[in-house]
């Protein structure tokens, strides 16, 4: 399986970016997946999950202003980020995996694309 994220750049505090994800490879393996996020000096952190038929599981961090979304067709995974922060500076990944146990843990995930980068300056 390999995922490759486009869609990152640099936006002032307020403003939005579409980030998407392709993959190509075994459609098992991207039953669940998810956006990911890690800022300079800290954790890697789940910020957004969709499983296969559309349900969706936000962190209370992005709630409201993130949506994530799959076209199953086209396999790609998408983050239509909104109202962004400062805070929101980090490099974005998105993932997958035939199974997770927490939708937003790194660790259940098996598949990573390399990641694109979102700064925010206010």
């Known amino acids: 399986v390999q995922l490759v994220e486009s869609g990152g750049g640099s936006v002032q505090a307020g403003g939005s970016l579409r980030l998407s994800c392709l993959v190509s490879?075994?459609?098992?393996?991207?039953?669940?997946m998810g956006w990911f996020r890690q800022a300079p000096g800290k954790q890697r952190e789940g910020i957004a999950a969709i499983r296969r038929l559309g349900s969706t599981t936000y962190a209370d961090s992005v709630k409201g202003r993130f949506t994530i979304s799959r076209d199953n067709v086209k396999r790609t995974l998408s983050l239509q980020m909104n109202s962004l922060k400062p805070e929101d500076t980090a490099m974005y990944y998105c993932a997958s995996a035939y199974y997770v146990n927490n939708f937003l843990e790194p660790g259940d995930y098996n598949y990573w694309g390399p990641g694109t980068q979102v700064t925010v300056s206010s």
């Open positions: 490879g075994d459609t098992y393996s991207s039953y669940y």
